[in-house]
């Protein structure tokens, strides 16, 4: 398999590297770029000189269509307008921006503040949630490949939602991240001597991931509501916990709850149910695919919290993407991912 990566110098793109580069199904890669046409990749990443040996290539049209699968991992904003005339070209693609995932094309322009992509292929592209969406991504040419917190936050409240456990109407989800999911540009907030030794709250009651979550709770679970969800910078490279709390639904208990994602996930080789919170952390799933959740319930006040923990660059983008492409070529979900969390 022929596979292009735009934005490989980000954050997003070098994950993708390691992933693919031992992805058995994948015999070439080739990396683009807005900026850097003919740099010679190792001499910018040079961990990699033994591994990818060739220059950048400028982004074209006519190289990308001869890919079997086009990753784009740019910020938001330009893959609105790079993918729509590939769309049906012959690669899949698979967009880790937000720049797909909004049905609403208003919704994306008060939330992103920039001109979204044409409806046509927002409506063909699918949410590539993979564990909710499979088949849909299955037949998909366009993947939008979910936020970072989506992905932790649905993971964990999908399967209770859908099937009522919990109140649906009152949810409030705390969420951190550490630095790495504001990619490789620095600014003042992700400098290290204010970041370090910091712990901040950013785009308070703004996030852009509140749409999006929204968005997929009535998608998967048929549940429309609004949410009230912050986050929170952690001085700390990788790894995103989020922690929701809701109102357990009269009569259900914390093992039903916890019965209940098992069930849900019995399936999915990248979702663990913790029981024990001493075992639930960052480091547990960090370089890894895996989302990890734990709920618990507060007999007091009858309400579930309920904490997952993903790699905000594995699951949260670069893994997830992988495991859509497996999909869409009737790969097992965990090949080329199947790696053990670094935990210390
Ligand atoms: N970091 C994270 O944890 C997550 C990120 N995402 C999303 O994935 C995308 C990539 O994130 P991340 O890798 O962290 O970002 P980075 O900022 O680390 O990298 C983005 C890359 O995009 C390229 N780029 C910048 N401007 C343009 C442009 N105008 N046209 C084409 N390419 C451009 C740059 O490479 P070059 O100059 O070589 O072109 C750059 O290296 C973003 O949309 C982000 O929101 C999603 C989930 C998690
Ligand atoms: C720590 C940090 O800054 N995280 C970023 C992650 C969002 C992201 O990746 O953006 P899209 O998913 O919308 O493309 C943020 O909160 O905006």
Redesign the pocket.
Known sequence: MKVGI????????LELIRFLHNHPAVDRIELF????EGVLFSSKFGHLVTIVDTP?KK?AYDALEKFDVVFT????G?TSE?LPPLVGKGPKLID???DFRLKDLASYEAWYGKKAAPANSVQQSVYGLTEWNTERIRQATLIA?P??YPTAVLLSLLPLIKERLIDPSFLVIDAKSGI??????PSQTTHFSEANENLSIYKVNTHQHIPEIEQALSMFAHVDTTITFNTHLIPMTRGILATSYASVMPGITEAQLIACLKTAYEKHPFLRIVTDANSLGTNRVKGSNYCDILVNVDARTNRATIVSVID??VK??AGQAIQNMNVQFDLPQTTGLDVVPFFI
């Open positions: 735009v934005g490989a110098t980000g954050y997003g793109g770029t807005s900026s850097e950048l982004i991992s740019t910020p938001s330009v790079l880790l921006s937000g490949n936020g970072c790495s999911g504001a990619g490789n540009k905000n660059l949260g983008a």
